[in-house]
């Protein structure tokens, strides 16, 4: 990799693994509901404007919205929701590591949708070892060493919503030409609009005025839920998806480390032994098959065979960048991973 693949994945695993520290510092002031609606309308506000200045435009399709708005209650409303209540007494480490448990529930909501026929010895692997991980972080026989049982069952209920919305995006939003930046922005907005009817049930608590926890709450909405995201599609299109996946397991290095470092958090033999594990179901889950060989059909007698295409053969424009200019935005690896971006705007949760 190049010297600016590196950059860009190390500020990307920075800003995304220092989430839930900003979530964990903001909830000193502000309540979950009151500091998830401001960090979703600033995340909105940063993306769309930069979409527009792009000449970008938002989708007009009713449809396109009614899917947007589910999108928002799986993939943000809900989860971050969940994240901050969990925070109030549980670790941000902790939340980090289970929070890498979505791609468990990914694959079951695509299993429930019908996207995925079948699942493979790897995958239900990665299914068994991602359960035992997180058993093993949320140790129901001694679970004050990771938080109360209030804030792993937040977490967890999180990480569920949170993969959920994967599967549903990539059923239901990915390959309909709309640009992944405003889709994005799109889907925080919805999401806006979600909170903003919780807010007077849930979001009435008196604010505390801490200057540490006004800045945490507008870190996350600018850099975290905002800017991220467009650093996150420049890994995508540059780098590949590849490249981009393994923030997952370099965000939740850099989250424990910081509620260790920051936040003098308390981590067991649990934590680290479940840390593993869930990282380790997450690339059994990843992994990709290898392809059938096809077999050579014979030419029929007298029929003209097909020229093969060879070294010098022009790409199909777009193919390789999965940027939504050719066939590759069709529903790619890279499609999947710009529609859902702003849901692993990590918590990325």
């Known amino acids: 990799m190049s010297k600016a693949t590196y950059t860009r994945l190390a500020a990307l695993s920075l800003i995304w693994g220092s989430v839930f520290l900003w979530i964990k510092i903001a909830g000193y002031g502000f309540s979950p509901v009151q500091m998830v609606l401001i960090r979703l309308a600033l995340g909105a506000v940063v993306i769309l404007a930069i979409g527009y200045a792009k000449g970008l435009r938002l989708p007009r399709e009713a449809a396109t919205w009614g ?14 929701t969940l994240y901050a209540e969990g925070e109030i007494a549980g670790s941000s480490s902790v939340a980090a590591v289970v929070n890498g448990s979505a791609p468990i529930w990914t694959l079951a909501a695509a299993l429930l949708l019908g996207q995925e026929k079948k699942v493979s010895g790897f995958k239900a692997g990665g299914v068994l070892l991602g359960l035992g991980g997180t058993a093993l972080i949320a140790s129901p026989w001694n679970s004050t060493s990771a938080g109360t049982g209030w804030s792993i069952l937040c977490f967890v209920l999180g990480s569920i919503s949170f993969g959920a919305s994967f599967a549903y995006m990539g059923k239901y939003l990915v390959g309909r030409g709309i640009p992944p930046l405003m889709l994005a922005g799109g889907q925080l907005g919805a999401a806006t609009v979600l909170l903003l009817v919780a807010f007077p049930f849930l979001g009435l608590q008196a604010v505390t005025w801490r200057t540490d926890s006004v ?9 975290c839920t905002g800017f991220a995201a467009l650093l996150n599609f420049e890994l995508i299109i540059k780098d590949g998806p590849t490249v981009a996946s393994t923030v997952t397991y370099l965000m939740t290095a850099v989250a424990v480390v910081l509620g260790a470092v920051v936040l003098s958090e308390p981590l067991g ?20 098959p290898r392809p059938a060989a096809e077999p050579t059909a014979e030419p029929a007698a007298g029929a003209t065979p097909e020229p093969t295409p ?7 424009p777009g193919a390789e960048r999965g940027d939504g200019s050719g066939p590759a935005s069709g529903g790619g690896s890279a499609s999947k991973s710009g529609a859902a971006s702003v849901s692993s705007a990590a918590a990325a949760e």
Do not use: F, Q, Y
């Open 67 to 80: 899917h947007l708005t589910v999108a928002a209650l799986l993939g943000n409303a809900v989860p971050w």
């Open 215 to 223: 800045i945490s709450v507008l870190v996350l909405g600018v850099v």
């Open 269 to 288: 033999w649990t934590v680290w032994l479940g840390a593993v594990a869930v990282l380790a179901a997450t690339g059994l889950l990843r992994r990709k």
């Open 310 to 316: 060879g070294p010098e053969s022009e790409p199909t």
